[in-house]
């Protein structure tokens, strides 16, 4: 059974880090794409950033770009979000999220493209 575990979140003031973590389990991540999405309260789920475990590349929100890197380490089945910069607008629960990949990883980062969901984990960033 393919599992995805997500740590990290919290809660940090504006201009503060964090680093999100998602752990997989029941299988290897060969050939897939690994995304961070997140949704805040009224709002839509929305793709935050996307890698794909066999070739590193990935894709960002236009939001994010520049304050956040996604990276994986393929040993330990593991995906990690470091996010600088915080703002209160980062303020959502992040979920983890996986699937095969068919397209590019810019194509697969979409909520409706994933086919593997975490629970979440809530990042608050506030004063």
């Known amino acids: 059974q393919l599992q995805l575990v997500e740590s990290g979140g919290g809660l940090v003031q504006p201009g503060g880090s964090l680093r999100l973590s998602c752990a997989a389990s029941g299988f290897t991540l060969d050939y897939y794409v690994i995304g961070w999405f997140r949704q805040a309260p009224g709002k839509e789920r929305e793709g935050v950033s996307c890698?794909?475990?066999?070739?590193?590349?990935?894709n960002y929100a236009d939001s994010v770009k520049g304050r956040f890197t996604i990276s994986r380490d393929n040993a330990k089945n593991t995906v990690y979000l470091q996010m600088n910069s915080l703002k209160p607008e980062d303020t959502a629960v992040y979920y983890c999220?996986?699937?095969?990949?068919?397209?590019?990883?810019?194509?697969?980062?979409?909520?409706?493209?994933?086919?593997?969901w975490g629970k979440g984990t809530l990042v608050t960033v506030s004063s």
């Open positions: 999220a996986a699937a095969r990949r068919i397209f590019t990883v810019q194509a697969m980062c979409h909520y409706y493209r994933m086919t593997y």
């Open positions: 890698i794909s475990t066999s070739d590193g590349s990935t």
